[in-house]
Structure formats: structure tokens, C-alpha cells
């Protein structure tokens, strides 16, 4: 069916006001989907100034994403103190050490605090007592050290500094180039973090007896799935019930052990790819280890996900077990259903979140029957839209060029290949998706309705007005303001501190929530009773009951 | 335990913050500027401060914080960002058509050393400040002072900026209100127009950061302290700036721009900071004070005698703003309890000293500290060496109550977990009854929780 308005019009509609070369710029992000693979959008590139985005930055990527859900390394952030602050618990990333006495540093946020003589004359030495310091403090198995803007100004080289502080030591001790200025979104981050805890932990302990090699019959790791709100608790558990060893998480509810013990299995999953894909095709070069991508968000998508699994191993003990779960599960997926479609059938939304969820999320809501009104991604790349077949087209910008493409090699005394053409065979027949492939949103996204990429508030508001959703999904930062409008909205990036959604136990959770927030009374009691259009004798009516 | 690596005899430190008890000069900045009607702040930097001041801002206060910012790349970090200021300023007005920009600059625009007033006499000689419209700023490098320095500065420019002198000084007193609640500046508002004279609060962010929902949104809302009040600050008869660490500076400088009388004092929060307010008013004005106000003192008062028992010798960990801090000191030993420790991680000596006088009439041995170092790290030390019986401050300590088993009672910035702040004022007697009730019901929560069977009181 067709929406109304036309999302021609309002593509129109939503450039009118901005200059011309922002009008110019802004309309290649803006695309009307065709329900087919092909088609083109702008996306990871710079963000207009001025134009007030949903995007953070580089570092936010790296200290806040990848690296702050691994419990015991130790990050200090070098720089000045406002960057270690906010990313001080604000992503929900859960975490569970296995016993009271057992490292996890989650709740810290260490900073160089730098001051201006530390701007003047180079902070090099600062950050190496401060290093110092949080040995003596904490004795942590690892160290991460992460740029803030002014440390690649003033040229302060962190590398050099973990390098002789893992020579003092005796510890790992890692610096990540992550300075907000770097890329355009949180995405470099993503890549400058995956670069380095695959280099300086997964490869440097590959040749090292320091950790067990992990038991089990299947195992596979889990790439880009972060713990938000729980969702990895749901993930391993679900594993762990069909009898898939789940060996290291990136890196949600992960440890620096679980890390370097990646290189052990025999599959990678790859939920969120925009964040994680490098080490996923790192992990193939360098060991021979596939991996696929699948969704643990929604239930349909989440049994597609075991299945494919269960196909790649090919195991018929495995392979029951896996269909025992999904049917188990499915019955308390369909009871949940039946209840909630009834009031959520036929309401709109619009999601604009990260570099995934807002194609993940988009399952959840066709499952309770929810329409799709536009959708798009904070800071993803153009195969996150478009698939990765894109790839080799993609051009390479500036912003592109400052982050470190490393060159990573066959480990060849470790290199296993465990992939095979009759495995890839199996997977496609599932959804079409073999080894190391993505097809990406669009191409999954009905016809006529509008993928934005990186969209601005001044468009999201004028989305809102033009659309009237029942619901808009974003972020902290847009949520309040979409609310004003009477409208629902739930923030996919800390799911408004609730959750999990993943697996059958979140999607039954989400549905629930999506059912409280676009059906919840509060939205009826917005306008007063003296602001309704009601005849005379309704009013006399109540002054009545009240006599 | 959540901080299972704290420890009573925590190692030595002097170049890692851990756990800080302050955050960085911008996010000050753009509180300020929310408080000005119709103004956009801007974060001339990379996006990644304003997402994150943003979402700070918005976890606060559950409401729309809107600002953009200069979006910088490598290559504005090389060769400056003038460009992205002015594109910014160009797109502000035609998209959002702020009345308003104020812009703060971010550790990477001050390392670059960007020009800020050169940058917007550009913006002006280029046409791109429509007529009617203005752009005002701060530097605000957050590797000096903190966010408490950042509002400062912010509130400053806004008298630097637009205050005019005038000849014959106006009726009207000018307050910086400091960094407090929306429903505190309502507060402080009110007990001024208790002596019929008008007042005009700089910033003032109530109407901005607490408004309702009515089913539309809008970019800017009603609230906010308007350019012509900002002008006519410079026609006060006096100005009083609430706080000396965050509101000193922007009264001072109203002062020796436009000959406004300054004064300074300690926030108005708990019995005696708020009768030197109101003490204060009275000698501005000439005016008796108010039955009014009188009356809502003997009120709070009151309450204190009441359940004077509760809180005698009882003690206190406070971290925050140096402001708060002192006030709140003050207002502990008032109530006879007394600041066990206190750590704010804004830098500068004048705190020990403010502290020193708050803490004349203290009841206990009082230790604090302010810095770098002075962080919420070091306090919890300090608290599993000797626990004090309540906790005030920022929602970051709830990880110090459950871990210490510590009642805590949320006030300053931010508070991220529970609502009221925004709403209900700490300032005033009304707001130091506020604060004594929620301080109170701390230790008659945990009496009726820990006392014995036979010892379970039903009337306390
Ligand atoms: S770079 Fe500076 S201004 Fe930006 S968040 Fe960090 S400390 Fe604050
Ligand atoms: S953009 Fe730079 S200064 Fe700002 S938060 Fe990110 S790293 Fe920190």
C-alpha cells in the first residue's frame, strides 16, 4: 500500500528549507526504496556542520562500544577530562564475572585528567605515571589507552608509551589513535578498535600457551553483539541449550581470556557488521575462520540465525536440538504474539539508530505487524545499506584515509580453513547469505517508503509532522523531543533501560514494551479535556456526576 | 561488590583521575546557553563532545537539549575550522532559525587556537547574521577548571556581550542564579518579586529545561532569559551573583562594564545562606522583608527542632560543585549533622578557604579537598576507611551506597536515575525544608529497616 503522504513529496518537503548546497548534499542521504538490490545512497561521509545530527565521535566508537564492555582491561582515557566522564557507564553494557573477587573495572573511568602544561608541552609523561598508577590501583591483566582530540594535536605518541609501559610492567598495555577528529562518526572508532584488539590481543596471544583451549563440539564466537541491557546473557544461554559452545562474544560480557581464546572456533557470527566486520575478516585471513551473517533481533530472525548454525556444522544430533529449542521457544513466541498484535497491528514507526539495529529492529516490528515509515543509520557505511557487493565501489575519502589499514596475514602455522563450498551452500539456502556476505537494509525494505541516512533533528521533526508515526526509535538525544509531539519513542541505543530484546525471551519482552509505549494512556491524557471538541451536553453531563 | 577494587588505603596518585567529581568546561557552557531564549548553543569542536554534553544534559533532565556543533575533520583540525563555523552559523539560521547562537569552543578548537571573534566578525562581513540576530561565545578548554568554569564563562560573555551601560541606573536588580534547577531559578525568582521589584535572572533555563507536553514540539521554548533583559542587565540597580565559583565572574564583569554594583555570595540553599539572600534584598531594595518569607523560615526552622534528634552529629559525603558543596556544608551543620568529607574535582584554592567558614559551627571533623586528585575514588577510600551515615551528590555515587550501604541523596549534576530535581526547588527555605525532609527520611528509612523487632517505632 501506499503511503500517504507520497515519499517523493516528502523527500521534497524535507529539503525545502536548508540552503541549496545542503538541499544538493542532503538529498543523496534521502532515497526512496525500490524493494530491490542497486540501489544508491550517500552514506559515512561527513556530517554537515550546523545541521545538529545523532552522531558522536571517533572515540566514542572505540572507548565506549568495542572496548567498554570487556570487564578487565583497564582503559584510561589520555586526554582531557570530559571525554572519560561521559562514556563513564552511560552504554548498558552488562557484565557478570564469574566470582566476587574476579577483575571487572566497568565501573571506573580513569583519565589523564590533561591539563594545559600537559597541552604545552606534551603529555607523554603524565599518561606514564598515570599508567603506573592504575597498575599499582587495579593490577589488571590488560591496559587500553585511548586518544581524545588534542593527543594527536599535540603529538603524543600513546603507542610508543604502551609499548615501554608493557616492557615496565610485564602486562599487556595497548593505545588506540581513536581521536575524535578521526572519520566522521563513531564508525572509525569501530575500525581503529577491531585493528587493535585484533593485532595487540587475538594475534599476540595466538602463539601464546597463556589460555585453555576452549571445550565443546561447536564452536563458534560472536561478533558485535555488546550486552546492551542484557542481550547477550539471552544469547549465551540460548547457545548454550542447543549445545553450541559460544567461545568469545566482541565483546559483550567479555574478558581479555575470552578475547584471545577467539581464535579457536570453527565459525563467526556476525551480528551487528558495521562494527565488527574487520575483525570477522581478520579472523578468515588469519585463521581460516568463516564467518556468516545472522541476527539474534526478532524471533523469525532468530531461529533463522540457530539454523544457520546448525546447517554450517551440518551435525543431525545439533540439528534437532536446535529445531527442540526454536519449537520450544515458538510457543511462547506465538502466545505473546497473538496477544500483542491485536493492538499493535497497522501503527507506524520510523527508525533512525546506529549501524545496524535499525535494519534489526525492523523484523520485531513487521512480526507484531507494525509499519515501517522510513529507516536509516546513524553512522553506517553504504554495504550496511546496500550490501557488501558494493564494496569494491565505494570510494575513499580523506576521512576515510586517516584511519590505519592494516595488513593482516595467514597465521600459517594456526591457519585452519574451516569453510567449505558445500557449507556455504547450506547457509544460502536459508537466506541467501553465504560466507562473509551482507545484503544489507534496502534491498529488504518495501517498496516506497524512505531510507535516510544520517538524518538531521529539523528532519526528523518535519518526518514527524508530514507522517504522524505512532513511533519513532532513535536516541537519547531525539527521544525527548519526538515525545513532545505526542508521539512514542524508544531509544534502540540503551532500549530505555530495559531489555534484553534479543532471542525469543527479547522479542517478547520488545513487543511488550512497543505495546505499553504506543497504546499507553498517557498519550490520551496530552490534550485537556477543555481542548476537546465535545458538544455542550457531554460537558453538562459530567458537571452532573460530579453534583 | 561494583567498586571491588576500591580499597581504604587506596596507592598514591598524582597524574590519574579515577572516578572524577567534575567533568569538562563545555557542558557548562550550553546549560548557561539553554538558559537564553531562543538560542542555539553551538560546540565549535568535533561532534563527539556536543553528542556526548547532549545526552548528558537530556539524561538530566529528560527533556529536548538541542545544539549543534562545527563538526570537525582531520582537516579542519590542521588548517582550523573557520570554514566549519560558518557553514554552521549559515545553517543555523536558515534551518533551525535560532535567534541566538552562543558558541563554546572544545579542547581541539583551543589546542588549534581558532579565533573565535575573528571567525564570527567573518560570519557578519560575510552576511550570514541576518538582521535582528546575534552570535555570542566563550572559550571554554576543558584542560583548565571544569564544567563549573565553562557555565561561568558562558554567563560572563552573556553580560560581556550584551549588557549596555546606561546613565541613570533602572529599579530592577540582575541575578546570576548559578548553576542550579530550572525550579530553583523559579525560586529564586519568586522570593525577589516578594519585594515588588522586578528581577531578571542570567541565564534563566526554567520554561526551557522543564516544560510540559502539549503535543508539539518547538526548536526553542518559551523560557529563557530574553537579548533585551541580557541588554538591560546593564541598567541594573545590583547585581547578585549566586555562587562565586560559577556566578562570580559574570557579575563582576557586569560590574566593571556597566558600574552595576556587585555582589557575591554563597548559593541560597539551607537557613543561613538563604537568610544573607534575603538579607541581602532587603538592602538592595530598601524593603522590609516579606511576612511571607519570614513565615516560610520559621517553617523550615521549625521542622529542624522537630527532628532536630535525627540529625544531630550525623555526617556527610559530598562531591560535586564547589558551590553546592559549600552551601550544602553550611546547611549540614545547621542541622547539627557536618560534612564528613568533600571532594570537588573544579580546581581552585578558594573552596578550602569557603569551606573552612562553612564549616565553622561543625559538629565533627570535617575533611575536604579540591582538584585534579580530588576525586570520587579517593572519597570512597576515605569512606571504607570511616563511613559518614549519608551520601549527597550525583547519581554516580549510587555505586558507593549499594557497595557501603549508604543511604544517598541525589542533588547537583547529574542526577540521571530519578526525577524531582527538575521540578522541586533546594533553594530557599522552601527548598532547604526539601532537602531536610529527604536527608531525614534517609535515616528513618534505614531505622525502620536495621532496628530490632522490640525496637520498631511506629510514631518517630
Ligand atoms: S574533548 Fe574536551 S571538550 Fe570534548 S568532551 Fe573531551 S574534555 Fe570535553
Ligand atoms: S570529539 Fe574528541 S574531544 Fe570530543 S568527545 Fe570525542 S574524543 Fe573527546
Known amino acids: 500500500m501506499a503511503l500517504t503522504p507520497d515519499p517523493a513529496a516528502v523527500k521534497e518537503e524535507l529539503l525545502k528549507q536548508f540552503p541549496a548546497k545542503v538541499a544538493r548534499k542532503r538529498a543523496k542521504h534521502i532515497v526512496e526504496t525500490e524493494g530491490e538490490a542497486g540501489q544508491e545512497i550517500a552514506a559515512n561521509v561527513r556530517t554537515i556542520p550546523g545541521v545538529i545530527s545523532q552522531r558522536g565521535c571517533t572515540y566514542a566508537g572505540c572507548k565506549g562500544v568495542i572496548l567498554g564492555p570487556t570487564r578487565d582491561v583497564l582503559s584510561i582515557t589520555h586526554g582531557p577530562i570530559g571525554c572519560g566522564y561521559y562514556s563513564w557507564l552511560t552504554r548498558r553494557n552488562q557484565t557478570r564475572t564469574e566470582s566476587d573477587t574476579d577483575p571487572n573495572y566497568m565501573t571506573y573511568s580513569l583519565s589523564t585528567d590533561m591539563q594545559e602544561e600537559n597541552i604545552v608541552f606534551g603529555g607523554e609523561a603524565k599518561l606514564k605515571d598515570a599508567i603506573r598508577e592504575a597498575y599499582a590501583t587495579f593490577k589488571p591483566p590488560a591496559i587500553a589507552i585511548h586518544s581524545t582530540c588534542p593527543v594527536g594535536l599535540i603529538g603524543d605518541d600513546v603507542h610508543a608509551v604502551a609499548r615501554e609501559m608493557k616492557e615496565e610492567l610485564g602486562i599487556n598495555v595497548f593505545g588506540f589513535s581513536c581521536e575524535g577528529y578521526r572519520g566522521v562518526s563513531q564508525s572509525a572508532g569501530h575500525h581503529i578498535a577491531n585493528n587493535k584488539i585484533f593485532t595487540e590481543v587475538v594475534s599476540h596471544e595466538a602463539p601464546t600457551q597463556h589460555f585453555p583451549v576452549p571445550e565443546g563440539k561447536f564452536k563458534i564466537n560472536l561478533l558485535g553483539e555488546y550486552n546492551i541491557g542484557g542481550d547477550a546473557f539471552v544469547l549465551e544461554e540460548l547457545f548454550e541449550r542447543c549445545g553450541i559452545s559460544l567461545v568469545s562474544t566482541f565483546c559483550g560480557n567479555s574478558t581479555y581470556e575470552s578475547l584471545a581464546q577467539a581464535r579457536h572456533v570453527d565459525l563467526n557470527l556476525v551480528m551487528c557488521h558495521r562494527s565488527i566486520n574487520y575483525v570477522a575478516t581478520m579472523l578468515e585471513t588469519s585463521y581460516g575462520i568463516p564467518w556468516a551473517k545472522v541476527n539474534f533481533i526478532g524471533a523469525n530472525q532468530t531461529a533463522k540465525s540457530l539454523r544457520k548454525v546448525a546447517a554450517f556444522f551440518d551435525d543431525a544430533e545439533l540439528t534437532a536440538k536446535v529445531e527442540q529449542v526454536i519449537a520450544e521457544e515458538m510457543v511462547k513466541v506465538d502466545a505473546a504474539k497473538s496477544s500483542i498484535v491485536p493492538r499493535t497491528a497497522g501503527k507506524s514507526v520510523m527508525l533512525f539508530v546506529g549501524g545496524s539495529r535499525a535494519h534489526h529492529y525492523q523484523h520485531l516490528f513487521k512480526e507484531i505487524d507494525m509499519k515501517i515509515l522510513a529507516a536509516g543509520y546513524e553512522f553506517a557505511h553504504r554495504d550496511d545499506y546496500e550490501g557488501r557487493d558494493v564494496i569494491p565501489n565505494i570510494k575513499i575519502d580523506a576521512d576515510n584515509r586517516n584511519i590505519e589499514e592494516i595488513e593482516v596475514h595467514k597465521a600459517e602455522a594456526l591457519y585452519n580453513d574451516r569453510s567449505s563450498p558445500e557449507a556455504e551452500e547450506r547457509l544460502k539456502a536459508i537466506d541467501g547469505e553465504g560466507f562473509a556476505e551482507y545484503n544489507g537494509m534496502m534491498p529488504e525494505m518495501e517498496a516506497g517508503v524512505l531510507a535516510i541516512d544520517d538524518v538531521s533533528h529539523y528532519e526528523t521533526e518535519k518526518l514527524i509532522e508530514l507522517y504522524k508515526p505512532d513511533m519513532v526509535c532513535c536516541g537519547i538525544k531525539e527521544k525527548y523531543s519526538i515525545q513532545k509531539n505526542g508521539v512514542a519513542s524508544r531509544q534502540l541505543h540503551s532500549y530505555d533501560y530495559g531489555g534484553p530484546y534479543a532471542g525469543f525471551a527479547g522479542a517478547i519482552n520488545f513487543w511488550k514494551d512497543i505495546d505499553m509505549m504506543v497504546n499507553a494512556r498517557w498519550w490520551k491524557l496530552v490534550k485537556a479535556p477543555w481542548d476537546m471538541p465535545e458538544d455542550a451536553s457531554a460537558a453538562e453531563a459530567r458537571m452532573v456526576t460530579l453534583s | ?460
Not at chain 2, 96 to 125: F, M, P
Not at chain 2, 372 to 382: F, L, N, P, Y
Open chain 2, 1 to 460: 561488590m561494583l567498586l571491588r577494587h576500591t580499597e581504604a588505603d587506596a596507592p598514591e596518585r598524582k597524574a590519574l583521575t579515577i572516578n572524577p567529581a567534575k567533568t569538562c568546561q563545555p557542558i557548562g557552557a550550553m546549560y548557561a546557553a539553554l538558559g537564553v531564549h531562543g538560542c542555539l548553543p553551538h560546540s565549535h569542536g568535533s561532534q563527539g563532545c556536543c553528542s556526548y554534553h547532549r545526552s548528558q544534559l537530556t539524561r538530566h533532565y529528560k527533556e529536548p537539549v538541542l545544539a549543534a556543533t562545527s563538526s570537525f575533520t582531520e582537516g579542519s583540525s590542521v588548517f582550523g575550522g573557520q570554514s566549519n563555523l560558518l557553514q554552521a552559523i549559515s545553517n543555523i539560521f536558515s534551518i533551525y532559525d535560532a535567534d541566538v547562537i552562543a558558541v563554546h569552543t572544545t579542547c581541539l578548537s583551543e589546542t588549534i587556537g581558532d579565533d573565535i571573534n575573528q571567525i564570527v566578525r567573518k560570519a557578519k562581513e560575510d552576511g550570514l547574521i541576518p538582521e535582528g540576530k546575534y552570535i555570542f561565545h566563550a572559550n571554554t578548554p576543558s584542560y583548565q577548571g571544569s564544567q563549573v568554569t565553562g557555565f561561568a564563562s558562558m554567563c560572563k560573555s552573556m553580560m560581556d556581550s550584551f549588557a549596555e551601560p546606561a546613565d541613570k541606573p533602572g529599579d530592577h536588580i540582575a541575578i546570576v542564579p548559578g548553576w542550579v534547577e530550572p525550579a530553583d531559578m523559579r525560586e529564586i525568582r519568586r522570593i525577589v518579586e516578594a519585594f515588588g521589584v522586578e528581577v531578571t535572572l542570567a541565564p534563566d533555563t526554567s520554561g526551557v529545561l522543564d516544560t510540559g507536553l502539549t503535543g508539539t514540539s518547538q526548536y526553542f521554548p518559551d523560557g529563557g532569559t530574553t537579548i533585551d533583559e541580557l541588554k538591560a542587565c546593564g541598567s541594573a540597580r545590583t547585581v547578585i551573583s549566586l555562587g562565586p565559583s560559577a556566578s562570580g565572574p559574570a557579575g563582576r564583569a557586569l560590574e566593571s562594564r556597566c558600574k552595576v554594583p556587585c555582589e557575591v555570595l554563597e548559593l541560597p540553599i539551607g537557613l543561613q545562606g538563604t537568610d544573607r539572600f534575603i538579607q541581602s534584598l532587603s538592602v538592595i531594595t530598601g524593603k522590609p522583608i516579606p511576612e511571607q518569607l519570614k513565615w516560610e523560615r520559621s517553617r523550615l526552622v521549625d521542622l529542624m527542632s522537630d527532628m532536630g534528634q535525627y540529625f544531630y552529629g550525623k555526617s556527610a559525603a559530598l562531591w560535586g560543585d564547589p558551590d553546592q558543596i559549600v552551601a550544602l556544608s553550611e546547611f549540614l551543620c545547621d542541622l547539627s549533622m557536618f560534612p564528613k568529607y568533600a571532594v570537588t574535582g573544579t580546581p581552585g584554592k578558594g573552596f578550602m578557604k569557603r569551606m573552612e567558614k562553612a564549616c565553622e559551627n561543625a559538629s565533627g571533623p570535617c575533611r575536604y579537598e579540591e582538584g585534579q586528585r580530588a576525586d570520587m575514588h579517593k572519597m570512597h577510600s576515605w569512606i571504607k576507611a570511616d563511613k559518614p551515615d549519608v551520601l549527597i551528590g550525583g547519581t554516580h555515587g549510587k555505586y558507593i551506597a549499594r557497595d557501603e550501604d549508604i543511604p544517598l541523596v541525589r542533588h547537583g549534576f547529574p542526577i540521571l536515575d530519578r526525577i524531582g530535581h527538575q521540578y522541586f526547588n533546594t533553594v530557599g527555605y522552601t527548598g532547604g525544608m526539601r532537602l531536610a525532609e529527604q536527608i531525614l527520611n534517609c535515616f528513618l528509612d534505614r531505622q525502620d529497616r536495621d532496628a530490632p523487632e522490640e525496637r520498631f517505632e511506629l510514631v518517630m
